[in-house]
């Protein structure tokens, strides 16, 4: 029996199903039909955002499916606006979106997330919305007759009702740090 040696073993391409934590197949199998896919392209050419921009959902699955676990540290699984088109013209009901959030989510537990999206986590996390509110902005919605600041969770936080957001913060804004940033520590 030939033994693969270990730095043969670290530098494989594409991996085996014992290289996967064991969640990881059956969490999309559960929200998806991956299994299903037949390579048809239905996916690629449905997606606005592949018009525009690199993403190749066809080509996300396909790695995904033969155990390519370089498709965690592609940029490309960012790109998806989430606009579901490839979900709904999908003639094997794959569910390619939610491949692709899974991918999103299994990607930001091993801290490659991208940081547009990491960005985003941070402003929820310090303003209690995805896009801080300027001066501008609370002038505006005053002279429309709102609020200065629209409803949020951080506004129970000022009130002293804050036990539901703590649950909350423990989970939600639990993002590994920067890969970079763990690879310069080392």
Not at 32 to 53: F, L
Not at 107 to 115: D, E, M, V
């Amino acid at each position: 029996m030939v033994k693969i040696s270990d730095t043969e073993e670290s530098s494989r391409k594409y991996k085996t199903d014992e290289d996967f934590d064991s969640q990881y197949f059956k969490n999309i199998e559960r929200k998806t039909n991956i299994w299903s896919c037949i390579q048809c392209g239905t996916c690629t050419a449905s997606c606005e955002s592949g018009r525009w921009t690199a993403l190749k959902t066809r080509s996300i699955i396909r790695r995904l499916v033969l155990g390519d676990l370089s498709v965690l540290e592609d940029p490309d699984i960012w790109l998806c606006t989430t606009c579901y088109q490839c979900y709904e013209r999908c003639p094997r009901d794959v569910r390619p979106t939610d491949v692709i959030m899974e991918l999103r989510n299994y990607a930001t537990k091993l801290g490659n997330i991208s940081p547009n999206h990491r960005a985003v986590v941070g402003y929820l996390k310090n303003f209690g919305h995805a896009v801080p509110i300027n001066d501008q902005i609370r002038k505006q919605r005053v002279e429309l007759g709102l609020e200065e600041l629209p409803p949020t969770l951080t506004k129970y936080k000022e009130e002293g009702d804050d036990k539901d957001l703590k649950k909350i913060e423990e989970h939600l804004f639990d993002i590994p740090e920067k890969k970079e940033d763990k690879e310069e520590e080392e």
